[in-house]
């Protein structure tokens, strides 16, 4: 199971951390994907770290403003940490677990096969 945190409204240049809190996989190690949709687009990567915790990306659109991490413990727990938030982050935002043995990031939503419900990010203009 997956469950995302920390949405929430935010004026244009503030900040917001998203969690997502993993639960219950059997496997050590799996890759962790945020996504976001906006109302009327399509489901877009925004940033992944791969099952290995050493590398990440980033869609080019949040590059320098975004960062994810991730902790493991009795539950992972992953982040996304957002800054200069613009208007265009207005979306929901779900967090997503890839069980994939590969050691890259995941770029495909088809490549994760558990979500989250997702959490709504607001930024006011």
């Known amino acids: 199971q997956a469950a995302e945190y920390g949405g929430g409204l935010v004026q244009t240049g503030g900040s917001l951390r998203l969690s997502c809190v993993i639960s219950g996989q059997p496997f050590p190690s799996f890759a962790v994907g945020w996504f976001r949709q906006a109302p009327g687009k399509e489901r877009e990567f925004v940033a992944g770290i791969a099952r290995t915790g050493y590398v990440t990306k980033y869609a080019d659109s949040v590059k320098g403003r975004f960062g994810i991490s991730r902790d493991i413990g009795r539950n992972t727990t992953a982040y996304l940490q957002m800054t200069r938030l613009k208007p265009d982050d207005t979306a929901k935002y779900y967090c997503?677990?890839?069980?994939?043995?590969?050691?890259?990031?995941?770029?495909?939503?088809?490549?994760?096969?558990?979500w989250g419900q997702g959490t709504q990010v607001t930024v006011s203009s």
């Open positions: 997503a677990v890839g069980l994939l043995t590969t050691n890259t990031v995941l770029l495909r939503g088809d490549d994760y096969s558990i």
